[in-house]
């Protein structure tokens, strides 16, 4: 389960976010384009945009679920 305290840095304010312990199989890029993407140096992952429809927020639940690394969190 995501931890809140070890949000990556990058993160955008909001209920979604990814965490350090991330592994970089971008599952999330692929399956939540609008919302995830990976930083310049293709280290880390982190929410760039939060969902603003039903089916943004179903995409970021569904990746969020299936993370193996259950690196994806909901504060929310």
Do not use: H, L, R, W
Not at 42 to 58: A, L, W
């Amino acid at each position: 389960m995501a931890d809140v305290k070890n949000k990556v840095a990058e993160n955008i304010e909001g209920v979604f976010y990814v965490e350090n312990e991330f592994i970089t199989c971008q599952k999330c890029i692929d399956e939540a384009p609008n919302n995830f993407k990976m930083n310049d140096n293709g280290s880390s992952v982190f929410v760039f945009k939060q969902p603003e429809n039903d089916t943004e927020k179903k995409n970021c639940e569904e990746v969020m679920d299936s993370c193996s690394a259950e690196a994806i969190g909901n504060d929310g």
